[in-house]
């Protein structure tokens, strides 16, 4: 299922969260924290005086998740996407925190700082300006580190970046007006989809 491109939220909040444990000495007082895998991308929307016709159309979308059994196929409404600077995709097969791709523009800036980008279908932030070698490959450093093996010739989407999410609760609460509704709902990346 993909989120229809037509229903846009007011507002859209985006972000990356790592999960960690923090643990502090009876004695001493001394605080540590350990970083732990799994960070993912959540997405909140909110939607502010709809009218019914398009409430109806994301109560039934809603309904269609089985509250978060369901994946759907999502972007960031506020993240422009770019076009793609050449035909991009994986070069040399890997997982972790940086890839290396093939098939870009020669000797040219392809990504930039903060850029989203899709591979091997997990959503991706680019953590540095990427720029191509004269014969058109470039390696990417991102968060969070692939989860699964990106196979060689898997494309690079920049164009549309996306991600597979679920629902965080069981349902979605309606806030109805006359005329009027409002509605937030949350997603979590479906990181192990």
Known sequence: MQWPVDLVPS??????????????????????NIALPG????????FTNILEDERRRLEVLTDQLRGNVEPIKIVDHCALGLPPKGAPVVAVASKGRSIQTSGWLKSAKVLALGDLITINGELKRVQNDVVSSASGLATILFNPPLRKIAPIGAVIETQNPWMWATLTDNGVTFARKPRFSDVTIKFKEAIYR
Do not use: H, I
């Open 11 to 32: 507002t859209n909040d985006f972000a990356l969260k790592y999960p960690s444990r923090g643990f502090s000495s009876p004695f001493t007082g001394v605080v540590q």
């Open 39 to 46: 960070a993912s991308f959540e997405l909140t929307m909110t």
